[in-house]
C-alpha cells in the first residue's frame, strides 16, 4: 500500500509565478489536509478537504491560496503571484474518515527566488 | 483556541541512555488525541506514538512511551535506550475527537541529538 504521494518534492519559482503542489492520499482515505511549515517553526494547518469539498480552510491565507481535491486525481495546493515569504516545506496528510491518524507525505520544499 | 507548547528546543542524550521529552497543551475539550511525530533529517513526519485522552492507560510502543497526565495537561515522551537513528526533530500535536477526521495542532517542534 503506497503511502502520500507529493510531487514535486522542490519547486522553484520567481516572485510573482504561481506553484501548484500534489497531493496523492493514502488508498482509502478521503480526507487530505495541508500543513505548511517555516523554518524553524512546526507545521501548521491550512486547509482540510475531502473529495469535491472543502470543510476547513481556517489556516489558509486570504489571497493567493486556493486548494481542491476533485472526484478524480490529486489533490492540488495552488499558490498565486508568490512571494519570498511563500518559501517553506508543504506538507499534505491523509486519514481514513472515523481514524484519527493523519498519515504525511514527504513534503514539497518551495523556494522562491 | 487549543495549544501545544515544547518549552525545550533543544536536548541531548548519550546513546543507550533515556531521554524525556515534555509538552503542556491548552484545550477545554473533554475528548481528544495526543500525538508525537518525529521529523528525521529527511523532513519526513513520522507518527511515534498516539494517545486516546479518554484512556487512563499510557500508550507505549517498543522504546517509546508516555506520561499523560490529563489534569495537568501534560504528555511528555519517554525514548529508552536511544539509538543514533533517535536523532530527529520531536513534535508534539493534539487534535479534538469530533467523530471524523480534525486538523492537528503542533508544537514548535524539539532538536533531539543523539551522543555516541
Known amino acids: 500500500n503506497a503511502g502520500v504521494m507529493q510531487n514535486p518534492r522542490h519547486l522553484v519559482r520567481r516572485r510573482g509565478q504561481e506553484a501548484r503542489l500534489r497531493c496523492s492520499p493514502m488508498k482509502g482515505h478521503s480526507h487530505v489536509y495541508w500543513y505548511r511549515q517555516l523554518p524553524e517553526e512546526g507545521l501548521k494547518f491550512m486547509v482540510y478537504?475531502?473529495?469535491?469539498?472543502?470543510?476547513?480552510e481556517s489556516g489558509m491565507p486570504k489571497e493567493r491560496f486556493s486548494a481542491e481535491f476533485p472526484k478524480e486525481g490529486p489533490s492540488i495546493l495552488r499558490i498565486q503571484q508568490v512571494v519570498r515569504g511563500d518559501s517553506a516545506a508543504y506538507f499534505c496528510?491523509?486519514?481514513?474518515?472515523?481514524?484519527?491518524?493523519?498519515?504525511f507525505g514527504p513534503g514539497t520544499r518551495l523556494t522562491v527566488t | 483556541a487549543q495549544t501545544v507548547t515544547q518549552s525545550q528546543p533543544e536536548m541531548s542524550v548519550q546513546e543507550a541512555e533515556t531521554v524525556t521529552l515534555s509538552c503542556t497543551y491548552d484545550t477545554s475539550e473533554s475528548d481528544y488525541y495526543l500525538f508525537w511525530y518525529k521529523q528525521p533529517p529527511s523532513r519526513q513526519m513520522i507518527l511515534v506514538i498516539r494517545q486516546e485522552a479518554y484512556k487512563q492507560q499510557n500508550a507505549t510502543e517498543n522504546r517509546f512511551s508516555v506520561n499523560f497526565q490529563k489534569a495537568a495537561k501534560s504528555f511528555s515522551l519517554k525514548i529508552s535506550d536511544s539509538q543514533l537513528g533517535d536523532a530527529a526533530m520531536y513534535f508534539c500535536a493534539y487534535t479534538r475527537n469530533q467523530g471524523g477526521s480534525e486538523k492537528l495542532v503542533f508544537g514548535k517542534g524539539m532538536k533531539l541529538t543523539v551522543n555516541p
Open positions: 496528510a491523509s486519514s481514513r474518515l472515523t481514524v484519527s491518524e493523519q498519515y
Open positions: 478537504l475531502q473529495k469535491e469539498n472543502i470543510i476547513d
